[in-house]
Structure formats: C-alpha cells, structure tokens
C-alpha cells in the first residue's frame, strides 16, 4: 500500500473510531458506571470484534446483502431492536457500591457480536474494505484490519476514561440518572440514519 493511502486509511480509522456512535455512547456510560476496570472486557470485545468483522466483510460477507436484500432489511430490524434494548439498560443502570452488586457491564463476547448488528460498524467495516482494500486481497483485508485494531482500541478506551472522569461529577442519584438517560437518549438518536436509511 502507497504511503499516502497508508495515512488516509489511519486517519479514516482514527475518525471513525474516535467520533460518538453506539459503541462510544455505551463505553462512556460504562466508564461512568462502572469503571474502566470492570468495563475491559466491553472495550476489549468492540475492538478484537470489529477487527474481525473487518476481516469477515472483506472475505466476502459484505457480498451476502448484494445477493440477499432481505438479510439487509432483518439486519436492521434486529440492529433497532437490539440497541432499544441496550438504550433502556443504559437508562436504567445504577454503579457498583457496597449496597448494590447488581449491576453488570457488558461482557466481551456480547460486545463483539454487537458489531456485527451496529449500524455505524458496518458502515464503517464497508468502507474501510471498499476504499482501502478494492482487490480484497488478504494481504490488503488484514491490513486494514490490523490498522484499525491498532487505532480503534485507545480510541474507544478514551470514551471508557472520559465516563470515568465524569462519575466525579456524577455523585448523586439524581445526575446519574440524567447522565444515564441522556446516554440512552444519544443511542437512540444515532438510530436515526438507520431507520431513515
């Protein structure tokens, strides 16, 4: 690969790592919840998942929504539904203390198969392997994969720590719920494009 398409490819991975989406939105209410700590495994799971997820969409998975549209349409049936569903855990989730043990982040293997029904990971896994790797070669899949690994994982993390700096401040109740509903509400709203697309 040319030096200058080398540093286009990190910078896409790098900004399309790094700007907000459902995986960004659900790490920093983990990170204010729970702790970077106990939300390793999530931030571990969204990017070992979405390096193999780049890999799949390059050896030929990307081929079965051009052959099957239908697959496409309950992709994004479940896709809704299924990020419902982490929205109102997001807006109901209360932060581990003595009292309370309840609460759970989620694990590695329910964030890596979350990227296979994330909206914004599939577009982002498309166009990384359409624009960076066109002859689909191995050689060219796995380095693209291999460069988004690299950059998608401090990425996602700097979510993880800013939600951990913002519990400070989230020292209540009160500002914990509104913290948590406003994350549920961004998640929500990043189905925007999905539902209209």
Not at 18 to 23: D, E, M, R, S, W
Not at 31 to 48: C, E, F, K, Q, T
Not at 117 to 125: F, L, S
Request: proline residues 6%; glycine residues 8%.
């Amino acid at each position: 690969m040319p030096h200058d398409m080398f540093l286009a490819l990190v910078t896409f991975a790098f900004v399309s790592s790094i700007t907000p989406g459902p995986n960004n939105l659900m790490l920093m209410a983990s990170g204010a919840n729970y702790g970077i700590w106990r939300s390793l495994p999530h931030m571990l799971g969204v990017g070992i998942g979405f390096t193999a997820m780049i890999v799949g969409v390059g050896t030929g998975l990307a081929q079965l929504f051009d052959s099957h549209p239908v697959s496409h349409a309950a992709l994004k049936f479940v896709s809704v539904i299924y990020l419902l569903y982490l929205a109102y855990k997001i807006a109901i989730a209360t932060p581990i203390n003595d009292e309370n043990k309840q609460g759970r982040p989620i694990s590695f293997l329910q964030a890596a198969a979350f990227q296979w029904i994330n909206p914004k990971a599939w577009a982002m896994a498309l166009t990384a392997v359409t624009a960076y790797a066109p002859g689909t070669t191995i050689s060219a899949i796995c380095l693209v994969a291999l460069v988004f690994g690299a950059v998608n994982l401090p990425s996602i993390s700097a979510w993880t720590v800013m939600g951990q700096q913002m519990a400070r401040v989230l020292t209540n109740r009160a500002r914990l719920t509104a913290f948590n509903w406003t994350m549920a509400a961004l998640l929500i709203g990043s189905l925007y494009p999905v539902v209209l697309g």
